[in-house]
Nanobody, 124 residues
Framework: QVQLVESGGGLVQVGGSLRLSCAASGTIFSINAMGWYRRAPGKQRELVATIISGGTTNYADSVKGRFTISRDNAKNTAYLQMNNLEPEDTAVYYC??????????????????WGQGTQVTVSS
């Protein structure tokens, strides 16, 4: 029904920047919210940032002032601009979406769509 594909990860030095993209596709009627999460080695997955349909954003304290989440509604795509990266930002970053989709029996809302993840490595 809905697929999420992340891109933009890679290896960067401390203080550098990366921009992650998450493109949603499928029988989408509307995207209610999108978010970025990350899982560092040996740690649990944690919220990084979210953005809802009205544009309100929310950030983890550890990334406030350094990361910016945004959306292009026409492209069903969310972005995560990451600046001033630190070694502690090293993780696999996952995109999440809460979507209303169309099916043959009507419209349904479902959260919990996840992308495959993209690796971000910050070297010191």
């Amino acid at each position: 029904q809905v697929q999420l594909v992340e891109s933009g990860g890679g290896l960067v030095q401390v203080g550098g920047s990366l921009r992650l993209s998450c493109a949603a596709s499928g029988t989408i009627f509307s995207i209610n919210a999108m978010g970025w999460y990350r899982r560092a080695p040996g740690k649990q997955r944690e919220l990084v940032a979210t953005i809802i349909s009205g544009g309100t954003t929310n950030y983890a304290d550890s990334v406030k002032g350094r990361f910016t989440i945004s959306r292009d509604n026409a492209k069903n795509t969310a972005y995560l601009q990451m600046n001033n990266l630190e070694p502690e930002d090293t993780a696999v970053y996952y995109c999440n979406a809460d979507v209303t989709y169309r099916s043959t029996t009507g419209y349904y809302r479902r959260g919990g769509y996840w992308g495959q993840g993209t690796q971000v490595t910050v070297s010191s």
